[in-house]
């Protein structure tokens, strides 16, 4: 049982690096606007937005965008990084 809860663990922690890694690309994208990823940088890109896309929009359905003046603040991605923390503790065999 120890051995399929720290499987668990690791495919959660690696699904956590994969949303990390996408808020460091969307930052980038929000401040070098002119910023295209080529050769490799690309597929590693694509495969973050791949991985992490569905349960993203599943989130952002339940969590809308929420307005601040004329800026919106997407919840959604930090709202599933703190989902996932708290199922890699729980998820970690004790």
Known sequence: MDAVRMVFYWLL???????????????????AREWRPAGGVAVAVESIYTVTDPPVKLVRRVIPIVRIGGVGLDLSIMVLLLVVFILMQLALPG
């Open 13 to 31: 922690f690696v699904f956590w690096l994969l949303l990390t890694a996408r808020i460091v690309v969307e930052l980038v994208r929000a401040f």
